[in-house]
């Protein structure tokens, strides 16, 4: 089938590329060609990582890239798609926008999903005529690696969309699991109050970044402590997720300061080379001095 992820951005490189692995055609749209070609290359990048783990041979990737195309021009991008993915910044009006464009050029058939991880799903699509093609389809970062996908399930999805996106997931080898359309879902609300305190506890002067993830990785078996995984997210979703969660679920989710403080230095995580580690080429090579 045709897939077209929007926004090549930190998720939606990885949602094409595992889209494109699946057999699909798959169009990815960004507002700058910069950008698009970023997310190509990263895939590229990926996909040669795969190859050095036997889990894909050349001709399989030259495959797998001739699936992918890159655009600016939405328009061309929705035209013939049976799935869009909507993974731009988490912004409610931003992401409306993007849903009444998509509703104006994609085919009326075609199934809605969007990456928000969380943003009310219900309100997001109440901007499109046939909301009921609509869902959420919540990828972990990074998209090719992560095994979870949420469903979130709209006040108005359809249940032939749910089974839509159950077997999406499936063909994509992702493991789903469907939740009901609530603020956080079942994991971005867990993940935000653990990086909001940690962070919190940083501020506090409790322990350093690495003292806090060392304690969870080794006390509780996390993979990931909570800061490395705050800096791997990115900073500035965490500040909008929690500003959000915040407005819906009250004071238990205020950013601390020094994470807006952080993101207005454009310190954002990996993704910047700095957050609360220093990154260089990807790799932390150190903590951050602030
Ligand atoms: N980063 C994570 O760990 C993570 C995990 C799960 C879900 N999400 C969600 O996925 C979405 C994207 O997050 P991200 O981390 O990839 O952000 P990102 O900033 O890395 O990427 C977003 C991309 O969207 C592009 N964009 C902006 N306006 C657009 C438009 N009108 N059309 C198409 N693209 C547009 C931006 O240029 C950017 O490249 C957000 O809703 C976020 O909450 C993020």
Do not use: C, W
């Not at 912004?91 to 509703?103: A, G, H, Q, R």
């Not at 679920?249 to 403080?261: A, C, S, V, W, Y």
Request: proline share 3%.
């Amino acid at each position: 089938m045709n897939v077209t992820v929007l926004g090549a951005g930190s998720m939606g490189h990885g949602i094409a590329q595992v889209s494109a692995m699946a057999g699909n055609e798959v169009v990815v749209r960004d507002i700058e060609q910069d950008i698009v070609d970023d997310g190509l290359a990263a895939i590229e990048n990926n996909l040669d990582g795969a190859i050095e783990r036997d889990m894909i041979d050349d001709a399989e990737k030259s495959e797998i890239i001739d699936r992918l195309t890159g655009t600016t021009d939405l328009e061309a991008a929705v035209r013939d798609a049976d799935l869009v993915i909507e993974a731009a910044p988490e912004n409610m009006e931003l992401k409306k926008d993007i849903f009444t464009d998509v509703d104006e050029y994609a085919p009326a058939d075609a199934i809605i999903g969007t990456n928000t991880s969380s943003l009310s799903v219900t309100e997001l699509v109440s901007v499109l005529d046939d909301p009921t093609r609509a869902i959420g389809i919540h990828f972990f970062n990074p998209a090719h690696i992560m095994e979870l996908v949420e469903i979130i399930v709209a006040e108005q999805t359809a249940d032939q969309t749910l089974e839509f996106a159950k077997e999406y997931t499936e063909s994509i080898k992702k493991v789903g699991v469907v939740v009901n359309d609530f603020p956080g879902f079942s994991s971005s609300r867990l993940g935000a109050i653990q990086a909001a305190e940690s962070i919190r506890m940083v501020q506090e002067g409790v322990a350093t970044p690495e003292g806090i993830d060392t304690s969870m990785e080794l006390g509780y078996n996390h993979p990931m402590g909570p800061l490395t995984l705050a800096d791997h997210t990115g900073l500035d979703v965490n500040l909008e997720v929690l500003q959000y969660l915040r407005e819906e679920l009250g004071e238990r989710f205020k950013p601390p300061q020094l994470l807006k403080k952080k993101v207005r230095a454009g310190k954002l995580g990996r993704k910047t080379g700095e957050g609360f580690y220093v990154y260089e080429d990807g790799e932390k090579v150190g903590m951050s001095d602030e």
